[in-house]
């Protein structure tokens, strides 16, 4: 009975949290894009799903506050943001969203403090990312992408902030020599349409989709090591292994392993594909398969004098697409392509090449990558004004298809110190048979601020 005191907190009124969260963090961005895309490979009615050259304007706003419910002992955070768009040309048929306005909750967390080392959160939470900047094996509670299929903005602080946080508690313990904790996500709901795009799902659908439990443990006694053990049970069970090695204090070695019982994400069932071309018709193409996979990262980054960072990064991932397996995917797509003057069947092909688009667009929207061999090279170089210029480049070592891009973003000493202004561009290269050319290879470019309130 010794936490009865701590159940009127739990139970505050909102009138004492709205006094409580009185000292909010805002943050308003605003941003012009330009996006040129090439054709696709894919058709729908025999015309290219994408808008081959297009102008969007964005604006967002950040919101976050915490406060004090029971002094050091029951806290409160909120973070939630605000996203809305307009193109100056109609999206294309694989480009549209059901809205161009959204509200995303990223986290509503109530924090409990039972003793000074063991901490409780339950409510929304974020999941934390891992040691690598492509992809960490040992991020096994991922959610999907939750913001708009045309656009972003592409600051680098919301980079995360468009994926989904997940609803359920963390028990964690922290200490000097070690952190453990258990984490429990709650399957709320099913994903029962697999042939929309997940930014158009609920955001239950995104994150709770799935029973989960994660178990995790650090250790920090080590002098130059920090290893970490990661084990998902639930739907799925996987265990990830992951360590961090301080070579030198401004050079740092990651390496991360993971084994999963199961696939990650849905694989085209190459039988449904030849079903298909024989003129029957499943009504699914895509699935996860009870096989065990593995995957493995290995990266370093070195930090100047200067505070600037470079990252060299290797992913392999054994379920990823082999050549024949992606080329059977293409195929079928050129296949879907052809018109046979029969309202009903063309119909159909382009009811497929829906679903396939947004098979492929949704595994991509959980963080993952497609095939199986990735070089990553990134870098954030701080200069004197205190800008910061990030190039990165991402290859598919098997198709050779790249994602290559620089950001830029300068602090203005004017307002107080609060607004930047920030510029980039970007392009995915590749033939249309490729990874990152599939949707047809593009290059845009984008012009943004953000004001800290």
Not at 136 to 165: C, H, V, W
Request: charged share 20%; hydrophobic share 35%.
């Amino acid at each position: 009975m010794r936490y009865l005191p701590v159940l009127p907190g739990l139970l505050a009124p909102l009138p004492l949290l709205a006094t409580c969260l009185s000292t909010p963090d805002v943050v308003v961005f605003g941003q012009m894009s330009y996006v040129n895309k090439r054709p696709s490979l894919w058709k729908i009615d025999g015309k290219n799903p994408y808008t081959g050259r297009n102008t969007f304007n964005d604006i967002a706003v950040k919101y976050a506050d915490s406060c004090q419910v029971i002094e050091n002992k029951l806290n409160v955070d909120i973070a939630l943001y605000g996203l809305a768009y307009y193109s100056y040309r109609d999206a294309g048929a694989f480009e549209k969203d059901d809205n161009r306005t959204r509200v995303l909750l990223d986290r509503f967390r109530v924090s409990y403090n039972v003793s000074s080392s063991v901490r409780l959160d339950v409510g929304k939470i974020r999941t934390k990312q891992g040691l690598f900047y492509l992809k960490s094996p040992s991020n096994l509670l991922a959610g999907y992408y939750a913001g708009f299929k045309t656009t972003r903005i592409y600051d680098p602080s919301m980079k995360q902030s468009y994926f989904e946080s997940f609803w359920g508690a963390t028990l964690a313990q922290d200490t000097q020599n070690y952190s453990l904790s258990l984490t429990v996500a709650p399957k709320l709901t099913d994903i029962d349409k697999r042939y929309e795009s997940s930014s158009n799902w609920s955001a239950s659908r995104r994150a709770n989709a799935r029973e989960r439990y994660l178990l995790t443990y650090t250790d920090y006694r080590m002098d130059k090591h920090t290893p970490s053990v990661n084990l998902l049970l639930g739907d799925a069970r996987s265990v990830a292994i992951s360590n961090s090695y301080n070579w030198t204090p401004q050079f740092v070695i990651n390496a991360g392993m993971a084994w999963h019982d199961r696939q990650q994400w849905r694989h085209l069932d190459g039988d449904k594909a030849r079903m298909v071309e024989r003129y029957a018709f499943p009504s699914e193409l895509y699935g996860i398969r009870k096989k065990n996979g593995v995957e493995l990262a290995l990266g370093m980054q070195y930090t100047t004098d200067r505070f600037s960072q470079l990252g060299l990064e290797y992913y392999f991932q054994s379920e990823g697409y082999s050549s024949g397996q992606w080329r059977q995917q293409t195929d079928l797509v050129k296949f879907l392509n052809q018109r046979t003057n029969y309202a009903p069947l063309d119909q159909a092909f382009d009811a497929y090449k829906y679903l396939m688009a947004s098979e492929n667009y949704n595994a991509s929207s959980k963080g993952s990558l497609l095939g199986k061999h990735y070089i990553n090279g990134w870098a954030s170089l701080l200069l004197a004004d205190r800008s910061v210029i990030q190039p990165y480049a991402v290859l598919n070592m098997v198709d050779a298809s790249a994602m290559l891009g620089i950001h830029y973003n300068k602090p203005l000493d004017r307002l107080d110190k609060k607004l930047d202004v920030y510029t980039g561009v970007y392009t995915a290269l590749g033939s249309k048979h490729s990874e990152f050319g599939l949707f047809g290879e593009a290059v845009g470019t984008y012009l943004g601020f953000k004001y800290h309130f």
